[in-house]
């Protein structure tokens, strides 16, 4: 079976609008992927700038919290100290001095307490060495109070040196290595903190490459868009010049075919007719009556042989059986003067057509099939053609039909089929041309019925 082509046809604008919603995909798609990239950008941006500032935030308050216990811490011991010394020697205000010692070990306790829950693990081993000697420190200290008076000042001394001063020293020791690995415990943080920010600077560039990448991607496709679409618009800018120049030229060709048929057949027989008139008027005054009825009877032939040819020639113009008869007596007609004059047979299946058709419907229908037929009958040796015409779901389905030597549409799609794509297109029609060589050719189109209820619709 021989390949069949089609010029104008649905597949075609299935295969356009395929393009365009794959072009709008591709589009969106890179489009919304950018703004998501960018979007993700500033989200991880600003969550990983609150993560920082909270992190901090808590950094700095336990620092400033750590810092405040121990130096409260500090102050319990050298307080603690201060009152067992005056309880040592200042024996008529003991009691003073006992209730402040008291007090400051309990403050001093809980503080050891409280210094728990701000401590690392890796601080775990130096708190309780500093728990230890304080609740240590507060034991020995408070041994002077069980002590009689007489104790107080014998011992008081060499208490003060050998008990009190040493275990304070070593206290305040054990809170000044706290303090140390406070500040270190700050610094590893800072340090986290910096490598927090060069995880996000690796990833934040990641993303921005990602970003740039899929931009210069979009950018490449649209210009890539833009490009094909200024050589598809140059393309048809100069289909159009050329379209028109044929245009012209097809004019041209006509109004000389009509002046060509007028001057050689209308006015040869207008001047054979003036020849027989003058011919007729020497008869007349010689008084030969024969002569002059033979010369009134070839003035009769001619008067009819030009009346008829300017009825075709304007028949082939504008039928007026068109106007006045109807579409399918136009078409029957039409089907009838090709049949006698040209070497084909066409035969015309039009049933239950309406007979109140627009006028732009009638004319596109009877011009398409016009032109059909002229080409089948001119250019593809064709014997026999059909013309179909009915109303099928809403619309006037035309058909023209040979069993020419046919061509390939594809490629050799001449001026007469773009005039009858324009013609059908304008009403919102879709013509199909389907032919191959030594195949025929058959020319569909639809019109919508009435014009106005359907909107254009081009089949590329």
Not at 85 to 97: I, Q, V, Y
Not at 101 to 110: H, L, P, V
């Amino acid at each position: 079976m021989a390949q069949k082509y089609t010029a104008i046809d649905r597949e075609d604008c299935v295969d356009a609008n395929l393009n365009r919603r794959k072009t709008k995909v591709l589009l969106g798609l890179g489009f919304g992927g950018l703004l998501l990239l960018v979007a993700v950008l500033g989200l991880s941006g600003m969550t990983f700038l609150y993560q920082v500032e909270v992190r901090q935030e808590r950094l700095r308050r336990d620092y400033v919290e750590r810092d405040r216990t121990l130096g409260r811490l500090r102050t319990d011991v050298y307080l603690a100290g201060t009152h067992i010394r005056d309880l040592l020697l200042n024996p008529d205000n003991g009691g003073a001095a006992a209730t402040d010692f008291m007090a400051t070990r309990a403050n001093g306790e809980k503080e050891i307490e409280n210094s728990r829950k701000l401590t690392r693990a890796v601080d775990r081993t130096a708190f309780e060495q500093l728990r230890r000697e304080l609740l240590g420190y507060f034991e020995t200290l408070a041994e002077p109070l069980g002590w009689t008076e007489a104790e107080r000042r014998l011992r008081a001394y060499r208490f003060t040196e050998d008990v009190v001063l040493p275990r304070r020293i070593a206290a305040i020791g054990v809170i000044d290595r706290l303090q140390g690995l406070s500040d270190s415990q700050m610094e590893d943080s800072a340090e986290d903190v910096s490598r927090m920010f060069a995880s996000f600077r690796v990833r934040f560039l990641v993303l921005l490459t990602a970003a740039a990448a899929i931009g210069l991607a979009l950018a490449g496709i649209s210009m890539w868009r833009l490009l094909e679409l200024e050589r598809v618009s140059g393309e048809a800018r100069e289909e159009l010049k050329s379209l028109s120049a044929k245009l012209l030229s097809a004019q041209e060709e006509e109004r000389r075919r009509i002046s060509r048929e007028l001057h050689d057949e209308v006015g040869q027989l207008l001047s054979a007719m003036m020849l027989g008139l003058g011919n007729l008027r020497a008869s007349l005054r010689r008084g030969d009556t024969p002569e002059a009825l033979h010369q009134c009877q070839l003035v009769e032939e001619m008067t009819g042989r030009n009346a008829k040819m300017v009825r075709n020639l304007s028949l082939v113009l504008r039928p007026t059986m068109l106007d006045d008869l109807g579409l399918v007596p136009a078409l029957v007609w039409l089907a009838r003067e090709m049949s006698r004059n040209e070497s084909i047979q066409i035969q015309v299946d039009a049933a239950e057509i309406p007979d109140d058709l627009p006028e732009e419907q009638r004319t596109c229908v009877y011009r398409v099939v016009q032109e059909a037929l002229r080409n089948a009958s001119r250019h593809s040796g064709a014997t026999h053609a059909t013309v179909r015409v009915q109303k099928l779901d809403g619309s006037l389905h035309v058909s023209v039909e040979d069993d020419g030597h046919g061509f390939n549409p594809m490629v050799e799609t001449g001026l007469g089929i773009l005039g009858m794509e324009e013609r059908i297109i304008r009403l919102g029609g879709r013509l199909h041309v389907t032919s191959s060589p030594n195949a025929g050719t058959t020319i569909r189109f639809e019109l919508p019925f009435p014009a106005y209820e359907m909107s254009p619709l081009r089949t590329a």
